[in-house]
């Protein structure tokens, strides 16, 4: 019987642990945190030895196969020995890709992927569709694949999770679009993080096809110098293209293989230019899967957008508390200020990931009135604003946060949670930042 070993104990691991049980391979989850109650529960009701609080080197490389956890660097001295020994390691999509046959809709990019995943996996359910949701967001794809039968998977990958597939092919890979993040991973080289993201077309063939935005520079020139066997559809704000989605004068048009669907952008559920972007993917992906012009109309006006992201919480005394915690890189925060129309209080701060904070510049001069610092280290965010913006300071607490936007904002004003940066300084995730920020709001 082979040996796999599961690195990581969250929702990844856990799941890639059950798929390895039932495949028959003699499974070992080892975690060097401790697990959730609901992990630890799971692995116990399917029989599979753990350990927590610390690895066994000599059991962990005496494996056949280790699935990784996204979450653990290439660089971890373990997972360098095991490379060095010639032991495959993989992520747990690519690992449940070897036993699932269904059709796989995949979306990455830094920004705009968990909404236009979560859009497509509702345009999917209400065109009445056997779909999961996975990968990044949702319930673990290899438990799904160990447990349930979907007919489709809609799932996000994130770029450490793509860093670790090989075999894995999607049939619609959708890239949103590429900025710098995480290049605290990617030895601080762009092209390194920008190769990750592009992972997501490996394999693919001239049936399958790849939704890219035509706006994006990146992705153009990445375009530019590679070749992909898959059909191309871009979708764009700037011009016209043959097949995919673009804007003219108010209405927002697809087509695909000569079938056409427009909808006028004022009637789609989710606002801002960046959502125009997340709306165009979804319909294109939605003529592809060959879902009603009826369905992807109904989906786009009715799609209620996602915890976290350019999230309304309350308006309390005239002002307006938007909830945007997955906003963790600078490119996101510069859409969320893009979006919003009144004089703002911005809450920055959290664990830097090299941000450069110049893309967000003219839009703070224009825009913001105050900052207001959630972090334990705010320097770079009082060097780079502080000639830009008349007012920053710094709190340690969601608590705190809020009651000082609460003194700088006037009837009128938003106060925006859009970070620019991961929050395991002072939270457990961005859930946890976005969740204490909204239950402070709600105790004003």
């Not at 979907?150 to 090989?166: A, N, R, T």
């Not at 097949?243 to 669907?261: K, P």
């Not at 989710?270 to 125009?276: A, F, M, Q, S, Y």
């Not at 979006?339 to 825009?367: F, H, W």
Request: glycine share 8%.
């Amino acid at each position: 019987m082979k040996k796999a070993v599961i690195l990581g104990g969250g929702e990844s691991g856990v799941g890639a642990a059950v798929l390895a049980k039932v495949q028959h391979f003699d499974t070992f989850l080892s975690d060097s945190g401790s697990l959730k109650e609901n992990f630890r529960s799971e692995l116990q009701k399917w029989d599979i030895p753990f350990e927590e609080g610390g690895h066994s080197a000599d059991r962990i490389l005496g494996a056949d196969l280790v699935i990784k956890s996204p979450g653990i660097p290439e660089t971890a001295p373990l997972v360098v020995k095991l490379h060095e020994q010639g032991t495959p390691v993989i992520s747990e999509i690519e690992f449940a890709g070897y036993y699932d046959t269904a059709k796989k809709i995949c979306i990455t990019g830094s920004n705009g992927k968990t909404t236009t995943t979560s859009l497509i996996y509702y345009l999917l359910q209400n065109a009445g569709l056997n779909v999961g949701l996975g990968g990044n967001i949702g319930k673990s794809y290899a438990m799904q694949v160990a447990t349930e039968k979907h007919d489709i998977y809609v799932l996000e990958l994130s770029s450490f999770q793509l860093d670790g597939m090989y075999d894995f092919k999607a049939d619609i890979a959708v890239l949103m679009n590429i900025t710098p993040d995480h290049l605290d991973r990617y030895d601080h080289c762009f092209q390194n993080y920008i190769n990750a993201k592009f992972r997501i077309t490996r394999n693919m063939r001239p049936e399958d096809c790849f939704i890219f935005c035509n706006d994006d520079e990146v992705t153009i020139g990445e375009l530019n110098k590679i070749v992909i066997q898959a059909q191309k559809l871009p979708f764009t704000q700037n011009g016209i293209v043959e097949e995919g989605a673009w804007l003219e004068d108010d209405r927002m048009r697809v087509r695909y293989q000569g079938d056409e669907f427009d909808i006028l952008v004022n009637e789609l559920s989710l606002e801002g230019r960046h959502n125009v972007y997340n709306s165009m993917a979804a319909a294109i992906t939605g003529k592809i899967m060959k879902v009603t012009n009826e369905t992807i109309r109904r989906s786009l006006t009715t799609f209620e957008g996602v915890e976290h992201r350019m999230e309304k919480v309350l308006s309390v005394g005239g002002v307006l508390y938007i909830n945007d915690s997955k906003a963790t890189n600078v490119n996101s925060t510069w859409y969320a200020l893009e979006s919003v129309q009144t004089p703002i209080v911005l809450i920055l701060g959290g664990t830097d990931k090299g941000n450069d904070y110049a893309p967000i510049a003219d839009l703070v001069r224009e825009k913001v009135k105050a900052i207001v610092c959630l972090g334990v280290d705010n320097k770079k965010i009082h060097d780079f604003f502080g000639s830009i913006v008349p007012t920053i300071c710094d709190t340690l607490s969601a608590g705190e946060c809020v009651q000082k936007c609460a003194e700088l904002a006037a009837p009128g004003d938003t106060v925006l949670l859009s970070p620019c940066c991961a929050s395991f300084d002072l939270f457990k995730n961005y859930e946890d930042r976005g969740r204490q920020f909204k239950e402070a709001v709600r105790k004003l």
